[in-house]
């Protein structure tokens, strides 16, 4: 048996096969509007609905139709009914549920549709119109200076974008691509220290985190001064596993960063005066040359990114570089900077020094940075000099977002693009650019002007043709209006317990032999995860699926293929009652499910039939433990590919909240390497929506127009026959169809791969 083992991080809520079941609980069931309640902003409220029957209610969706003129995607969100009543909007016994709505416009009569989605697969609709008040806003976003107001073009990936400012205490702010305000934080905090991140914002104000759903609520998840953080300062940003802050500390400004998790637990720190110190001392340098202590802000720290494909954490430095550091070792990597300053005079720091290819130009007091799509560094070059450092190095008279090409065996760093050409852009502090989708990006100048009275940010987005789609200014006082902007993706918004987050599922024919369905994930991180397998077989008959897979058997096994849990008829599992009491027990006695505890690692699970039985059976793989400090992903589904019911199904979800960028392969005549039999010689694939629009595909990888990039990030297929494409989803269910060119059968791999 041979399986290829693929890192995915995927949180997935709907199983991707819902729409097989039949559907008349919707006709059975009475859902009205009675009522509204005013949230605590203009832009969040509840509806009041009254339901006869909760328990067959799977989810209820809400979308805000956009105003008339408006190009920007409705902001829409589903909530499963566990996750309602885990909050506490929805009360089973006397069938009311109190629905959070949010990202309404201020001073507005908002349409907003409702769809209700029960456990059969059947559904209604309703609608009705939300008035709210106006917004008394401090900041002046409610009323942008439109320097472009945004162009009717579709093309732009992202439609929303994060304002972090402190100008106020609404902060941080939401704005859609019109330009109108859609959300401002309800903690009372005024704070620039803030980020999008498991669908709620995270807010650092002094040395406490917050968290604020976009219902509004507001949670304390920890205060950090017991540890010696003073305050928090400038970003938070996206680490391996979780958050990273940047925190002062007693002894240092702007130097420490750590890694937190989504309920606020340090999973790990950076001390970049131990860390820096340590390499001059190593190379022969006193540190105290350079490293020094309060009040001195010796380093600056501003932004932190992760860079998945070296498994390294990269620190802008204000005053001095972007130094790249091993995660786990904390060991220097590599130092990209201006050379003129102070840094480049130690032969300890000098020795990490990237060289810069001819026309290239190094950062300066740079902010934001990130790693993008195509595995690039993207950062804004502020272009203003060291203000502690002695020499403070080159300065420039405008700032520029730049991105590089890191040839890390040559050590050279090559800027393939930065914007705009005319250098018309004076911003010396704060600025950032970030991108969503490949080559999609928002632009933030934080501080133009420069004087006091006198000074705007301007927000600017640029599609992947070049475009400026949007362009809007704010008046400010210093970065305090829009610091460090980002792009959101709200137009489909997922909310569920864990209990319903299905990680993969996949469906294919099961006839002995090697012709059984074998999926494979990985659980990242530091903490065991709860993770349930089902394997589903004559249920699907009542789907319409012919000749399903009558009585399936589960097994899992560990990396060293030893088989650590088996399963034929799920009562009889050691922990069937939880199984039951989740939701999640299957609908006939002989269809298999197996709950366990899982250390970090990977593994394999396959479905097979009871006495060597055939037929079509689905695997799913559920994640109950998503907030833990791990990560389960999935990653390959192997079986026998045919045509129409026999091709190979496998389903995946993207619920994070921003676009993701996966490449997708369905390979076979590269398996008889491996030792497998009746491998399917020329496989296709194609990927469809919950709509079933296609939305990719591909049958030669090398004809896929992203080839070059597939190739870049080493995932290009051994045989030309194969198929690989690359595809920017959007938060939602998705699913892989893989057959044979012409109808040929044959074994097939099809693996989804999240790109950083």
Not at 62 to 89: C, D, M, Q
Not at 266 to 295: C, E, H, Y
Not at 463 to 484: I, R
Request: net charge negative.
């Amino acid at each position: 048996m041979h399986n290829t083992l693929l890192l995915i991080v995927a949180t997935t809520v709907v199983p991707a096969f819902s729409h097989l079941v039949s559907a008349d609980q919707a006709g059975e069931t009475r859902i009205t509007i009675a009522g509204q309640i005013a949230g605590p902003t203009p832009f969040i409220c509840q509806l009041t609905l009254a339901a006869s029957d909760t328990s067959v209610l799977n989810s209820i969706q809400f979308t805000i139709v956009p105003k008339g003129a408006s190009v920007t995607r409705p902001l829409s969100a589903t909530y499963s009914t566990s996750y309602l009543e885990s909050r506490g909007f929805l009360d089973s016994h006397s069938g009311q549920i109190n629905l959070p709505i949010f990202g309404l416009y201020a001073n507005y009569a908002n349409a907003v549709e409702l769809s209700y989605f029960f456990d059969d697969g059947s559904s209604l609709k309703d609608s009705t119109v939300v008035s709210t008040a106006d917004f008394i806003d401090p900041c002046g976003y409610t009323k942008p200076i439109v320097l472009q107001a945004r162009t009717a073009s579709t093309d732009l990936s992202y439609d929303y974008v994060l304002l972090k400012g402190a100008c106020s205490a609404f902060s941080p702010a939401i704005i859609d691509s019109d330009g109108a305000l859609r959300w401002v934080g309800t903690a009372g905090i005024a704070s620039y220290v803030s980020t999008f991140f498991d669908s709620a914002l995270y807010l650092a104000e002094g040395t406490k985190l917050y968290r604020i759903e976009l219902d509004g609520t507001t949670s304390l998840l920890s205060d950090y001064i017991n540890i010696g953080v003073v305050q928090f300062h400038h970003n938070i940003d996206y680490g391996k596993v979780g958050l990273v802050l940047d925190a002062d500390t007693v002894p240092y400004l702007e130097s420490l960063n750590m890694e937190v998790d989504g309920s606020g637990t340090v999973l790990k720190t950076w001390n970049l005066a131990d860390i820096i110190s340590a390499a001059m001392i190593a190379g022969g340098d006193d540190p105290s040359q350079f490293v020094s202590q309060r009040p001195d802000d010796w380093f600056h720290n501003n932004a932190v990114t992760y860079r998945k494909s070296d498994d390294s954490v990269l620190i802008s430095s204000r005053e001095n570089f972007v130094i790249c550091l091993d995660y786990e070792t904390n060991a220097i990597k590599w130092i990209l900077g201006d050379p003129t300053k102070k840094w480049y005079q130690f032969a300890s720091l000098r020795r990490y020094a990237i060289a810069l290819a001819p026309n290239s130009l190094p950062p300066i007091g740079q902010h934001s940075v990130s790693i993008t799509q195509d595995d690039n560094l993207l950062l804004m070059d502020n272009g203003f000099n060291s203000l502690f450092q002695d020499p403070a190095g080159n300065s420039r008279d405008y700032a520029s977002p730049r991105k590089y090409l890191l040839d890390l065996e040559s050590n050279v760093a090559t800027e393939i693009w930065n914007y705009p050409r005319d250098q018309s852009f004076y911003s010396p502090f704060c600025s950032s650019v970030y991108e969503d989708a490949p080559l999609n990006y928002v632009v933030d100048y934080a501080n133009i002007g420069g004087n006091a009275g006198d000074q705007f940010a301007e927000i600017l987005g640029l599609s992947a043709t070049g475009e400026k789609v949007f362009d809007y200014m704010y008046p400010t006082d210093g970065c305090e209006t829009a610091y460090n902007s980002t792009p959101l993706h709200l137009e489909q918004l997922v909310f569920s317990t864990t209990a319903q987050a299905v990680n993969m599922s996949a469906r294919g024919m099961v006839s002995g032999g090697e012709n059984t369905i074998i999926g494979g994930f990985i659980v990242t991180g530091f903490d065991s995860k709860d993770v349930l397998l089902r394997a589903i077989g004559p249920s699907l008959s009542s789907s319409g699926i012919s000749g399903a897979l009558q009585n399936p058997v589960l097994t899992l096994y560990n990396s060293t293929g030893v088989a650590i849990a088996t399963n034929n008829d799920w009562q009889a599992d050691a922990a069937a009652a939880e199984i039951q009491a989740l939701g999640l027990a299957p609908a006939n006695p002989v269809e298999s499910t197996t709950l366990q505890r899982l250390a970090p690692g990977a593994y394999t699970v396959t479905i097979s039939g009871k006495d060597s039985a055939s037929g079509i059976g689905l695997l799913e793989i559920y994640d109950l433990s998503r907030n833990s400090n791990s990560t389960m992903a999935n990653i390959s589904t192997r079986d026998l590919v045919g045509g129409q019911e026999k091709a190979l199904i496998t389903g995946f979800i993207i619920g994070d909240s921003a676009e993701s960028t996966v490449v997708i392969r369905a390979t076979g005549p590269s398996l008889t390497s491996s030792g497998v039999k009746d491998a399917l010689s020329d496989p296709m694939f194609s990927v469809y929506d919950t709509s079933g629009a296609v939305v990719a595909g591909n049958d030669n990888w090398q004809d896929d127009p992203d080839a070059s990039l597939i190739e870049r990030v080493g995932l290009a297929p051994a045989n030309a026959a194969e198929s690989a494409t690359t595809a920017h989803l959007l938060p939602g269910a998705y699913t892989v169809i893989a057959s044979g060119v012409n109808d040929r059968t044959g074994i097939g791999l099809v693996e989804v791969y999240f790109l950083p």
